[in-house]
């Protein structure tokens, strides 16, 4: 099973609507939860991490968390076409002692319709 | 306040030579990590330094090795290098290590002729 599960896309939504990005992780003690931006040729930037279940908002962009199910989205409002990237998941990986890493998911490239 | 640097930004090199790729974390920051990201795939991990130490490591073969120096600014060496090694990689810091939040280089991309 993938630590780490982003349906691959591609997702294109229109201008102005709102495109809601899906993660889940497999590790049930997974404890942070972090949203990157990836422009094509670029590295990830940092968009919005979350650490508790429910919503955490950030101007035009929101990320839930829900531990119980496993799963952490990203819902962007108002999407522009400078939304055009691959946002990839990222979810701290408990592995031994305090060695954790942060595992990414594969990402999911998002199109957004002028 | 300065990023992650990453130098050089390409490098290529031909099968079984060396390839030593460098980074400077943002200043505070301790933990260096390295990520391979090969055309079509997802971040891989590498390896994590934390003050000078390796921390862990990713699934990846012996050739692929780096260090931490005093100042926390590190190396990746990839010796013996195949084609399949041609990959952008990416340095991140953050200022503790595990789960951390960590901010990422412009990285270098190799390319392995």
């Known amino acids: 099973q993938k630590e780490v599960e982003q349906n691959s896309g591609p997702l294109s939504v229109p201008e102005g609507a709102i495109a809601s990005l899906n993660c889940t992780y497999s590790?049930?003690?997974?404890?942070?939860f972090f949203w990157y931006r990836q422009y094509s040729g670029k590295s990830p930037e940092l968009i919005m991490f979350?650490?508790?279940?429910g919503d955490k908002e950030d101007g035009r962009f929101t990320a839930q968390l829900n531990k119980a199910s496993q799963y952490v989205s990203l819902l962007i409002r108002d999407s522009q076409p400078s939304d055009s990237a691959t946002y990839l998941c990222?979810?701290?990986?408990?592995?031994?002692?305090?060695?954790?890493?942060?595992?990414f998911g594969k990402g999911i490239t998002l199109s957004v319709r002028p | 306040e300065a990023g992650v640097t990453q130098s050089p930004t390409h490098l290529i090199k031909t099968r079984g030579q060396q390839a030593t790729l460098r980074c400077s974390p943002i200043?505070?920051?301790?933990?260096v990590y390295w990520y391979q990201q090969a055309l079509g795939l997802g971040l891989q991990f590498l390896l994590w330094?934390?003050?000078?130490?390796?921390?862990n490591r990713g699934n990846f073969p012996p050739r692929f090795s780096g260090r931490q120096f005093p100042n926390y600014s590190s190396e990746l060496n990839v010796n013996a290098l195949e084609l399949e090694d041609s990959a952008l990689y990416l340095c991140?810091?953050?200022?503790?290590?595990?789960?951390?939040?960590?901010?990422f280089g412009p990285g270098t991309r190799l390319l392995v002729l």
């Open positions: 991140a810091s953050s200022l503790g290590g595990g789960g951390t939040t960590q901010y």
């Open positions: 590790d049930r003690g997974s404890q942070s």
């Open positions: 979350i650490y508790s279940n």
């Open positions: 990222a979810v701290n990986a408990r592995g031994a002692g305090a060695n954790s890493k942060l595992t």
């Open positions: 200043s505070g920051h301790t933990s």
């Open positions: 330094y934390d003050e000078g130490e390796e921390r």
